[in-house]
């Protein structure tokens, strides 16, 4: 077992870095790394097959906290309660934290199920469809411009861990889509086929769009074909999180009939 390293200070080069992370959206693509807070977040990295840089956890956890985590990095360090709540994000701080190293995704990967996200700006929308990629059978999520940070910590939090087990690209163009060699599945709230009663391909590549602005030109000029979910109560339209939902347990009820 690592000897635990002590650390007191706010000022220390740690401390500060795990603040930025924990409150800069952005911070992670500075620095490389993402700070996880909680244990559903650590163990859903450990559960994946991820192994962290450094694991933290409180001084009045520590006597708790499991051999398998006290051994799941190669640093551990220690910390008062307050200075965890200092650093934190969240209402209520954690008692553990891990630092990793995810590896980026330098290019989508051609012919494997995806989700496109085009412009989102909510990071809890974002998280939610992560998650929901995941657990519906598709293995890669490519963000295009303007979409939230995927790998910011109010998009992992939604996503509860789903982000280890997908491929996961942002910043991309529209002509990026050209090589997945898939349909692109386009959703509409006012033009396409019925959701419940269309013929969904598989692997596909679903494409959910602005919160408040749908599907941008350039990808609807690519859809393979526009799909509409049916809305008996008479909204005008879903949340896209909700929509992405619906249209992605679509596409796993057909591949499992």
């Known amino acids: 077992m690592n000897t ?3 650390i007191v200070s706010r000022d220390n080069p740690l401390i500060k870095k795990l603040r930025q992370l924990a409150q800069d959206s952005t911070a992670y693509r500075k620095h490389g790394q993402v700070w996880l807070e909680g244990d559903h977040l650590v163990r859903a990295l450990l559960q994946r097959g991820g192994r962290p840089d450094v694991a933290v956890f409180t001084e009045s956890a ?3 906290v499991p051999e398998a985590l006290r051994d799941a990095a190669p640093q551990v360090v220690l910390v008062p309660d307050a200075l965890m709540a200092s650093v934190s994000g969240l209402e209520s701080p954690p008692t553990m934290g891990f630092l990793c190293s995810p590896s980026p995704g330098a290019q989508p990967r051609a012919g494997v199920p995806t989700v496109v996200l085009d412009r989102l700006q909510d990071a ?7 998650r929901s990629a995941a657990a519906l059978g598709f293995a890669q999520v ?3 411009k303007g979409t939230a940070a995927l790998w910011s910590p109010k998009v992992v939090r939604a996503g509860m861990g789903a982000h280890f087990g997908l491929h996961l690209v942002e910043g991309l163009g529209a002509e990026a889509l050209d090589g997945l060699e898939l ?4 959703t509409s709230s006012h033009q396409g086929q019925w959701l419940h009663k269309a013929q969904l391909p598989w692997p596909c590549a679903w494409v959910m769009g602005h919160e408040g602005q749908g599907v941008g030109e350039a990808l609807m000029a690519r859809a393979s074909a526009h799909v509409r979910i049916i809305q008996p109560g008479g909204e005008e339209s879903l949340n896209v999180a909700a929509a992405a939902a619906i249209c992605l347990h679509a596409s796993a009820a057909q591949r499992a009939e």
């Open 4 to 6: 635990p390293q002590h």
């Open 62 to 64: 520590w006597p708790q």
């Open 124 to 130: 809890g929308n974002v998280g939610s469809i992560v």
């Open 142 to 144: 490519l963000a295009l």
């Open 183 to 186: 349909p692109l599945l386009v």
